[in-house]
């Protein structure tokens, strides 16, 4: 999953596809049962899970703490007159940084009006992606694109400003070169007169761009900064005024020392905190909670993602461990599960004896009554110091065959009619994401700095990937960091392949798997040299890395298959560098697609014909395939599962090609959107689930599944496949009609004679923009019907925007 845009990177187009949505016409289909063009994959309905919006930590994996290890800094102190969405703003004498992280911003709620001159200094830190300012901006809320307004930015890595305009999305405007050291500061000044920007840098008194939006400008707003994966410092930021000038100063108060996403609990001022960052019992720091004796409380509490609640259900059994350790303690800690105001009591333990060396204790806690936003709470009443590290929190009742894993969501992937899941991602392209971090103990296993947020857990990692597949039924494939070790990766397929009697296989089954797993395939990188645009050099290094991985995990099972993540840029004579470097040794490579538009299946079909085309033109006799890992976007509505559906056809048409096609996200929190990618397929907050559009299409096309694909011809706007089942008795049409108005087809099927004259038809439409929500969570799903169609001649209408499956027999 690539960075900041879902905006499409491929240059080839259908030239009918836009005409397609603006009207409709007469279509025609006719097929020829006689004429099996190819088998269509049977692991073709896949789905991509990735970390990038809390759909693991936070979701799948039933760990209901998030912020287990303490990891996250203290908020940040409150700036008088601003208002923080994510980061950490640290205040000095008249400047402000903030640590890198996906579009953190700090807002000043103060309007400057529409014309005003703004001027910082800015100096960027080790990570240096992108930073600057924002103007107009209104409606903002924490995560990366959640707001409206201007971005207008420096890009230290491609020696551009960028401008571009938010809207709960991102769209690109420009991006100017520039000529400034980038290892200094840089003075940055805008001229704001409504929807036109002058900017200058340092002391040029000439404008580096004039930036202005004639397309839906944006009104005033608000101004702020704001960061995208760059540690930045900002200084002397002055607003000038009608001739009026100001210094923001960035006074502020001193925040309580803890935990980012904990809370303190500070009955009667009894309590003090402290982040220890010397002698944490894992990762790099603890909290430390210190009560001076007087009557009252002294605690934190934790309200899982992004605090958005701790489901719990009256009866069931909420149980883990935390690691703690004591210094003048007089008393016990209390664990308790509590309302979120803390006025209802749901259940407690004590815990005594608390040592002066760190100690895992357990409890479990039986829920006195349900509530879908409880918290959970450490606590003292008796003067001492108390440091708590690395806590867990689960339900057994609730989790997937055992595992520690959510039921009601995995089980929801499994109605979905998902057979195929992959595990990668960005995240994986982190320096941290390494396999043997994420074996063994959980309270052991390190944080680390995660591409999506800084402080990941390890505690769901690849072996809980594929645990979740065996269980689930899914076949796994699963990508790795290309700057492993060889030796490393040895011992990985040692570990997941290998019997008891090897060294890692024997760890394995100590660490409660004795027998190997079922591994095919394994992607070597995600999305590799896509950072900095077609450099050949980085081309190069994948492909020389590809060679040094795949060839030590094939020495070990070479039955495995491996699946290139080179970045696809067919215009680019890197591919053809690539293709002659991994022939012979890769099975598939990475295609990832845009399915956002209704249509998205004609650009699917132009690209493999193209990629075969070009593998084929540089080896006739290669071997190398295509698999689509990410169908990538920015919507979960009725659009996106039209687009997913005319995916799945044209993959269907390209059978012989395609290992399968997953689409991304398969999974979602809802309103913890913190990194775009709004395009889950399965979305769930704390106590409950349901199925966005795509999960349905994904559902019906999976559910209709026939292995041969047979000739079809199509004239008018609907995208068609045709498939036949083995003993040639059941015949299924795929039928997508993209168009916002209803569309006439007449059917004629040749070769499949003495059919019944009964039908039937499952179909799935709506308004191209509907999706379910908690209260409405099946508005849009399939209905079904049975039609009676004797003559040979069959008339029909597909409703607006549409994905229509026609079940035959005879």
């Not at 309590?271 to 010397?278: M, V």
């Not at 959970?376 to 520690?404: H, M, R």
């Not at 999305?527 to 030590?552: K, P, T």
């Not at 840029?569 to 990832?592: C, Q, T």
């Amino acid at each position: 999953m690539f960075l900041k845009t879902s905006t499409a990177r491929f240059c080839f187009c259908v030239l009918f596809a836009l005409p397609i949505v603006a009207f409709a016409q007469q279509a025609q289909i006719t097929i020829n049962a006689s004429q099996t063009l190819n088998r269509i994959p049977s692991n073709l309905y896949g789905a991509c899970i990735e970390d990038v919006n809390h759909e693991i930590y936070g979701g799948l994996y039933d760990q209901r703490i998030f912020g287990e290890s303490f990891e996250e800094p203290s908020a940040s102190p409150v700036i008088a007159g601003w208002k923080n969405y994510g980061g950490y703003w640290q205040p000095g004498k008249n400047s402000i940084s903030v640590n890198a992280g996906e579009g953190f911003k700090l807002v000043k709620q103060q309007s400057p009006g529409a014309s005003y001159t703004a001027e910082v200094l800015m100096k960027f830190g080790r990570q240096n992606d992108n930073a600057g300012i924002l103007v107009n901006v209104s409606n903002a809320s924490r995560g990366a694109d959640s707001f409206n307004g201007y971005e207008i930015s420096l890009d230290p890595n491609k020696k551009v400003l960028v401008f571009g305009k938010h809207r709960n999305n991102w769209t690109p405007l420009s991006e100017t070169k520039l000529s400034v050291d980038f290892k200094n500061w840089i003075k940055l000044k805008i001229e704001n007169s409504g929807n036109s920007f002058k900017v200058y840098l340092n002391d040029d008194k000439s404008a580096v761009a004039t930036l202005t939006d004639n397309k839906a400008p944006l009104p005033p707003g608000n101004f702020g900064l704001r960061t995208y994966n760059a540690d930045v410092a900002y200084k002397d930021l002055t607003i000038t005024v009608n001739g009026k000038t100001t210094t923001e100063s960035f006074h502020a108060e001193p925040a309580l020392k803890v935990s980012g996403a904990w809370d303190a609990i500070n009955v009667n001022s009894t309590g003090s905190f402290l982040i220890d960052t010397n002698n944490a019992y894992n990762g790099r720091q603890s909290q430390v909670i210190m009560h001076n004796g007087n009557k009252g409380i002294a605690g934190v509490a934790n309200s899982g993602l992004n605090r958005w609640g701790i489901a719990l259900r009256k009866g069931n059994f909420y149980s883990g461990s935390l690691f703690m350790k004591g210094q003048g303690l007089k008393g016990d800690v209390t664990i308790s599960l509590q309302s979120a105001d803390g006025k209802k009591l749901y259940g407690t333990q004590v815990i005594k004896n608390i040592t002066p060396e760190w100690k895992p204790y357990t409890f479990a806690i039986k829920a006195l009554q349900s509530d879908v936003k409880a918290r959970f709470v450490i606590s003292i009443n008796n003067k001492g110091k108390l440091w708590a590290d690395q806590v867990t929190l689960l339900c057994k009742q609730e989790q997937f065959k055992g595992l520690p894993l959510r039921s009601d969501i995995a089980t929801a992937m499994q109605h979905e009619g998902l057979n195929f899941l992959r595990y990668g991602g960005t995240m994986v392209n982190a320096p941290g994401y390494r396999f043997k971090n994420m074996i063994g103990p959980r309270d052991k296993r390190p944080p680390y700095t995660g591409h999506w947020y800084p402080h990941t857990t390890n505690g769901f990692g690849i072996e809980e990937f594929i645990q979740l597949c065996e269980a689930a039924g899914f076949e796994a494939a699963f990508a790795i960091n290309i700057e492993e070790t060889p030796q490393d990766l040895s011992d990985m397929i040692e570990y997941l392949k290998g019997d008891i009697h090897t060294k890692w296989g024997r760890q394995r089954a100590n660490n409660g798997h004795p027998a190997p797993y079922k591994v095919k395939y394994i992607e070597i990188g995600n999305e590799e040299v896509i950072f900095h645009g077609d450099v050949r050099s980085e081309y190069e290094h994948y492909a020389e890395r590809f060679n040094l991985l795949q060839n030590a995990m094939h020495k070990k099972d070479p039955a495995l298959k491996f699946i290139c993540s080179a970045w696809w840029r067919p215009g680019s004579p890197n591919m053809k560098l690539v293709f002659e470097a991994i022939d012979g040794k890769a099975d598939y490579w990475d295609l990832h697609t845009d399915a956002d538009n209704p249509d998205a299946g004609a650009k699917v079909d132009s690209s493999l014909t193209l990629m075969k085309a070009m593998f084929t033109g540089w080896n006739p006799g290669t071997r190398l395939k295509c698999t689509i890992f990410e169908e990538n976007g920015g919507r979960h509505d009725v659009s996106r599962a039209l687009g997913h559906a005319s995916t799945l056809n044209a993959v269907c048409r390209h059978a012989d090609f395609v290992l399968t096609s997953c689409a991304a996200n398969a999974l979602q929190p809802l309103g913890q959107n913190d990194n775009g990618w709004d395009q889950g397929q399965v979305f769930f907050t704390p106590a409950q689930v349901w199925g966005m559009p795509p999960f349905y299409a994904q559902q019906m096309a999976s559910a209709n599944h026939l292995p041969l694909n047979i000739a079809s011809m199509t004239t008018g706007p609907v995208d068609v496949s045709a498939t036949l089942s083995e003993d040639g008795k059941q015949l299924v049409l795929h039928i997508v009609n993209p168009a916002e108005k209803s569309v006439p087809v007449n059917i004629k099927l040749n070769g499949f004679e003495k059919r019944n004259a009964n039908a039937s038809i499952v179909q799935l439409a709506g308004d191209l923009k509907d999706v379910n929500t908690p209260a409405q969570p099946k508005l849009i799903s399939p209905k079904s019907t049975r039609v009676s169609w004797p003559d040979d001649k069959i008339n029909y209408t597909l409703p607006a925007a549409s994905y229509t499956i026609i079940r035959f027999s005879r």
